[in-house]
């Protein structure tokens, strides 16, 4: 059996090592942060197995200015980082145009036809398994006009497959009781859950893994390039050779692909939750809020409220006014809510056609990528684990993975 480097232990990184060690092959982490401490750390939690309309869909063409000129708005852009962010926004508005955007769904929803079936190893014994809430997840508009804007993308969704059911106020509040009656319309996704503690899940992952030899070296990986039979890793300036590699770093994936000879625009999304103590018995299911771009989902530290897009580059500067938003807009929802104890920012990794990168590398099918996964790394953490292995054992993969190389940004 190989030797197999992953760079990355986040979602898809530790699904990735899930799968591989099913093959028997020998892995080594690296991650300077740990386990789940990237965007893993702190999302919403839900496994969106419905969520196949990506962020570039003709509906920013609609909303997009009034977006960047409204104070309450969920979706932000730092004008200082526009310069940078310009050729990524440009081919992000190019990916929102009908037929693209239909091409980016349907590649979405082929990958999140398979995630839960891939899920399956990850979940293999009942104390991983208990981090799972069965619990279907509830988004709401407190305006029904929003929601009737919001028929095209429900229209395809159902043509792709996904399962929902459409509520008006009455079944919202018999549903959720606790919730303020300002919302109109909800739509109930079936087959939907989420977990209890995200990172918990992982670092019980980990735990497991490394009872059957699964290694983590807590560093920075400054560099990749292909060797003979292998890959070769530059780690504190020392080179750790590999019979393959695995690049996993979420929205830090570009500058690998580019040692690898892949110029790919991925930037990030920036997100943030908000952490209620003591009151995740106020809802029973993940409660969405389609107008403020938000999740409320009950976990085991409290009420995660998370969600917001800040087009922001990688500075570790908050933005205050997104914090306060998702601090006002869910004590609005749900008016028992008390005052958060933390905030936290996370990077979501993003292409701008909204499709991860799954494939091997240019420069060699010794290093396979496996980043770019946008809102739905958690979701899309088996399947890609189960791509991973697939291309280092060199299986034929269960989806033609053409449409998700990084090769299509050329
Ligand atoms: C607010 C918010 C809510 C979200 N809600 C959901 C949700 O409900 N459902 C869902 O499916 N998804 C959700 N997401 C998206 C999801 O969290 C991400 O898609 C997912 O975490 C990406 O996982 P990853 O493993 O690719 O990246 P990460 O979790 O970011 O992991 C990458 C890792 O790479 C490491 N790394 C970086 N550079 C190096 C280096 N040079 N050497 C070694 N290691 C390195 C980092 O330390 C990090 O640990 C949400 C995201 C946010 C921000």
Avoid at 16 to 27: E, I, P, Q, T, Y
Avoid at 32 to 54: D, E, V
Avoid at 298 to 323: I, Q
Wanted: hydrophobic share 45%; net charge positive; proline share 6%.
């Amino acid at each position: 059996m190989s030797s197999v480097a992953i760079v990355g232990a986040g979602f898809i990184g530790m699904a990735s090592a899930a799968w591989l060690m099913r093959d028997g092959h020998r892995v080594t982490l690296f991650d300077p942060s740990g386990i789940g401490q990237g965007a893993s750390f702190g999302n919403a939690g839900t496994f969106a197995h419905y969520a196949c309309i990506p962020v570039n869909n003709p509906s920013v063409f609609r909303d997009l200015p009034r977006f960047l000129m409204s104070n309450d708005s969920p979706f932000r852009l730092r004008w200082g980082y526009l310069p940078h962010l310009a050729p990524w926004l440009a081919r992000f508005m190019m990916s929102s145009l009908p037929r693209r955007y239909e091409a980016s769904a349907g590649a979405l929803a082929a990958l999140l036809g398979r995630a839960q079936e891939d899920y399956a190893p990850l979940l293999a014994d009942a104390e991983l398994a208990n981090f799972v809430r069965l619990r279907e997840c509830l988004y709401l508009y407190s305006n029904a006009a929003s929601f009737d804007s919001a028929r095209p993308a429900l229209d395809l969704r159902k043509k792709l497959g996904v399962a929902f059911d459409v509520l008006g106020a009455d079944d919202i509040r018999t549903l959720e009781p606790a919730l303020a009656p300002i919302f109109a319309r909800g739509v109930l996704f079936t087959d939907s859950w989420h977990f209890s503690d995200p990172q918990g899940f992982l670092q019980t992952l980990y735990e497991r893994l490394a009872a059957q030899g699964l290694a983590l070296e807590r560093s920075k990986v400054s560099a990749v390039q292909p060797s003979a039979d292998g890959a070769t890793l530059t780690v504190g300036g020392t080179a750790r050779r590999f019979d393959h590699v695995v690049i996993a770093t979420g929205a830090r994936s570009a500058e690998f692909a580019s040692q690898c000879g892949d110029k790919v625009p991925l930037d990030t999304e920036r997100g943030y939750h908000v952490r209620y103590p003591g009151a995740s018995q106020l809802i029973s299911r993940p409660v969405g809020w389609a107008e403020r771009g938000f999740y409320m989902t009950p976990m085991t530290d409290g009420l995660r409220v998370a969600g917001t897009v800040e087009l922001a580059g990688f500075s570790e500067t908050r933005n205050r006014s997104l914090v306060d938003l998702l601090t006002f807009s869910s004590k609005r929802a749900l008016p028992a809510l008390g005052t958060p104890d933390s905030d936290w920012l996370g990077f979501r990794p993003t292409l701008p056609d909204g499709v991860p990168v799954l494939g091997y590398s240019s420069a060699s099918e010794r290093i396979v990528y496996a980043f770019g996964h946008q809102h739905l790394g958690l979701t899309l953490a088996g399947v890609s684990g189960r791509i991973v292995a697939d291309l280092v054992a060199r299986r034929t993969p269960p989806l033609d993975l053409t449409r998700y190389g990084a090769t299509r940004f050329r």
